[in-house]
């Protein structure tokens, strides 16, 4: 296994993903020459050109730079969204090349560090967002790898060579999070998924059993009260903590929730007494339960408490996490990347808390045949709290479609609710504010939806004054 010191050079396939762009922004802050390959341009891969990245879009190996066929002292990073078969990993596997899936890489960046690693179903993007932020406005510092651009700081990766501490979220697709060995861990929800590469929910749960027993002695995992996972594997000088929105048997809890100006105030609960007068700066009720938890991840790592009070209004939130684009007096254009009906159901449900009496319309963009398959009900269920929804087609990523697995899958059960089905290229010409009651239109979804937000947001800005 290549060593970090011996690692000159890094390709990345899959480069504009979120978590590939991170590394590839660590491997270029330690002097590395970095470039790779991704399918289509992006914000991501711009911003990464920008930086001196270079980018290709196409997956011939005659596009590798002369730099990168050196094998010595060259590190080839792939996600595990590109297929097998893909011409340029073939070729550096042929090749003798060192090869590694991201989620390996991110193992042996934490070695070494004090790893704050945040896994779960739902709010892991937010929760490992925030923490880094505390970590950030604290005397502690870190180092972050991120799933999404924090607005804060308008990137997915942090640098500090100073601090020992690195905050990781934990992605659990293709078992990702089992190279980590946290520190400090926290899982926020185990509501099945990746059900393609689990198979089964018991599979699922297992998993991440497995992922919080790798939390090293003398660590502490914060996990939210209720979870049904066996923590039995655990090393006896782990610590454990439960974290809540506002159940008083967890450990961290908040109390005295309130809407001060528009933002949500609280105290926060902890073994250690009572943080008072604290202040969101990302609306939401859910949030609130999500800086429950980064804020007992920053304490238990020596966090203060007059930092966290100083740092939590200053959090601007991520860009695609309950993002508001664009608001008038009786009008709101959101987008969030709920992909998984939990997700979706709790977003709606924080959508409807900030804009009572409004009508939400919801335009959802499946993510995987398989996900949609296996959760059509679900989707079907939290949709149907909309007042309408529009369909577009499945972003199929890495997978190929599977016979009768549409869109429709989800809209042909959702009763009660009107439904639209409109291509992805019609979106922009279909989606129009309505003029005769309040609105909110909501974008969600975690495939390419995201494209058309900025030009969806133009739109509405013109007619919505």
């Not at 309130?258 to 926060?268: E, M, P």
Request: glycine fraction near 10%.
């Amino acid at each position: 296994m290549m060593l970090p010191d011996e690692i000159k050079r890094v390709w990345l396939i899959g480069i504009g993903g979120i978590g590939m762009s991170a590394l590839a922004r660590y491997f270029k802050l330690r002097g590395c020459m970095v470039a790779g390959y991704d399918r289509t341009p992006s914000p991501v891969t711009e911003a990464l050109q920008e930086e001196g990245i270079e980018v290709v879009f196409d997956e011939n190996p005659d596009l590798i730079g002369p730099p990168f066929r050196a094998k010595e002292g060259t590190l080839i990073i792939f996600t595990p969204a590109v297929g097998e078969d893909q011409a340029q990993l073939v070729f550096f596997r042929e090749g003798g090349f060192t090869v590694m899936k991201r989620a390996q890489v991110l193992g042996i960046v934490s070695r070494g560090s004090r790893s704050v690693c945040i896994a779960g179903t739902h709010g892991k993007t937010t929760i490992t967002t925030l923490t880094a932020h505390l970590y950030r406005e604290s005397s502690l510092g870190c180092c972050a790898f991120l799933g999404g651009i924090a607005k804060n700081f308008n990137t997915n990766f942090l640098w500090d060579e100073t601090s020992e501490y690195v905050v990781l979220e934990a992605d659990e697709f293709d078992r990702s999070f089992l190279w980590l060995r946290p520190y400090t861990a926290l899982i926020s929800a185990v509501d099945a998924d990746h059900l393609d590469v689990y198979g089964t929910r018991e599979s699922f749960l297992e998993a991440f059993a497995e992922f919080a027993s790798g939390v090293v002695s003398g660590g502490s995992l914060l996990i939210k009260d209720g979870l049904p996972l066996d923590l039995s594997k655990l090393d006896p000088g782990v610590n454990i903590y439960t974290y809540s929105l506002n159940s008083k048997r967890a450990d961290f809890y908040a109390e005295n929730i309130r809407i001060d100006k528009g933002s949500y105030c609280f105290d926060l609960m902890t073994p250690a007494g009572v943080i008072s007068g604290l202040e969101m700066g990302i609306p939401g009720l859910l949030n609130v339960e999500n800086a429950v938890g980064a804020m007992g991840l920053a304490l238990l790592n020596g966090v203060q408490p007059d930092e966290i009070r100083r740092a939590l209004p200053m959090f601007r939130g991520i860009r695609r996490r309950f993002d508001i684009w664009h608001k008038t007096e009786d009008f709101a254009f959101i987008d969030d990347y709920a992909h998984h009906p939990e997700e979706i159901r709790a977003t709606v449900q924080s959508v409807r808390l900030m804009y009572p009496g409004y009508h939400l319309t919801g335009v959802f963009q499946p993510h995987l045949y398989t996900r949609t398959r296996d959760f059509a009900d679900g989707f079907a269920d939290a949709l149907s709290l909309l007042d309408e929804v529009v369909l577009a087609d499945i972003y199929p990523a890495r997978e190929e479609p599977i016979p009768g697995i549409t869109s429709r899958s989800i809209g042909e059960l959702i009763s009660g609710t009107p439904v639209t089905y409109v291509e992805y290229d019609k979106l922009i010409e279909s989606l129009t504010p309505r003029k005769d009651v309040p609105q909110v239109i909501l974008t969600m979804g975690a495939g390419d939806i995201d494209r058309l937000v900025p030009v969806l947001a133009e739109k509405f800005k013109l007619l919505k004054k």
